[in-house]
Nanobody, 123 residues
Framework: QVQLVESGGGLVQTGGSLRLSCAAS????????MGWFRQAPGKEREFVAT????????YYADSVKGRFTTSRDNAKNTVYLHMSNLKPDDTAVYYC????????????????WGQGTQVTVSS
């Protein structure tokens, strides 16, 4: 069992930056691939980024590539999403998710989810 708690969301102006954190419980955190997803009102949950259990490999949605970076600190059981050059279209509730084994881009392959944190980008 893994419990995930996101933090770091808030209100930011266009062009600004935020860093989201996702703290995980459980001794096997380092064996899980982690993903970031977001959901805007009236839209489906969409993939943002994923990182392998080791942190060596990452993959991003085209919409955030070059602006967002995900990393993890397995000693702290925490994964991060650094967001820069934020745009109003980035406004959404951001979720972190965990799955054993390899990374994935589909929400359906993730087993554990956090409660989400709101990110609002004003124009």
């Amino acid at each position: 069992q893994v419990q995930l708690v996101e933090s770091g969301g808030g209100l930011v102006q266009t062009g600004g930056s935020l860093r989201l954190s996702c703290a995980a419980s459980g001794r096997t955190f380092s064996s899980y691939a982690m993903g970031w997803f977001r959901q805007a009102p009236g839209k489906e949950r969409e993939f943002v980024a994923t990182i392998t259990w080791s942190g060596v490999s990452t993959y991003y949605a085209d919409s955030v590539k070059g602006r967002f970076t995900t990393s993890r600190d397995n000693a702290k059981n925490t994964v991060y999403l650094h967001m820069s050059n934020l745009k109003p279209d980035d406004t959404a509730v951001y979720y972190c998710a965990a799955r054993p084994g390899t990374w994935g881009m589909s929400p359906g392959v993730y087993v554990y989810w956090g409660q989400g944190t709101q990110v609002t980008v004003s124009s």
